[in-house]
C-alpha cells in the first residue's frame, strides 16, 4: 500500500477554481493507477477522475466532465485535481486513491487519503 495526504481544498464562490494535491509516500507511486472521489454528506462515495498509472489516459466522472482535469507528476509523487466552473453541487469531501487496478469503482482502491472539504457557495 502506498499513504496519500490530500491538499488544496477550502471555500470557493460558484464558477470559481481550485486546484487539488495528492501526496504519495513511498518508491512505488508509479505503479498505482491513481483516481479521486468525492462524498457529500448524506451521499455515497462517487467516482471523479482517475489517471493511468503512466499518465497517459484519464477518465471522468459525468458530473465532472469538462469542467475538472486530473494529472499526475510521478517524479514528484503526487497527483492532481484541478477544478474548474465550479458550482454548489461540487461541495463534497474529496478523496485521492490508489490501485493496481484502474477502476471506477471505490472498492477496486485499497489505499485512501484522508479527505479534504471542499466547499462551493452559491
Known amino acids: 500500500q502506498v499513504q496519500l495526504v490530500e491538499s488544496g481544498g477550502g471555500l470557493v464562490q460558484a464558477g470559481g477554481s481550485l486546484r487539488l494535491s495528492c501526496a504519495a509516500s513511498g518508491r512505488t507511486f508509479s505503479s498505482y493507477h491513481m483516481a479521486w472521489f468525492r462524498q457529500a454528506p448524506g451521499k455515497e462515495r462517487e467516482f471523479a477522475a482517475a489517471?493511468?498509472?503512466?499518465?497517459?489516459?484519464?477518465y471522468y466522472g459525468d458530473s465532472v466532465k469538462g469542467r475538472f482535469t486530473i494529472s499526475r507528476d510521478n517524479a514528484k509523487n503526487t497527483v492532481y485535481l484541478e477544478m474548474n466552473s465550479l458550482k454548489p453541487e461540487d461541495t463534497a469531501v474529496y478523496y485521492c486513491a490508489a490501485s493496481r487496478i484502474l477502476s471506477r469503482i471505490a472498492a477496486a482502491y485499497d489505499s485512501w487519503g484522508q479527505g479534504t472539504q471542499v466547499t462551493v457557495s452559491s
Open positions: 489517471i493511468m498509472r503512466s499518465g497517459d489516459s484519464t
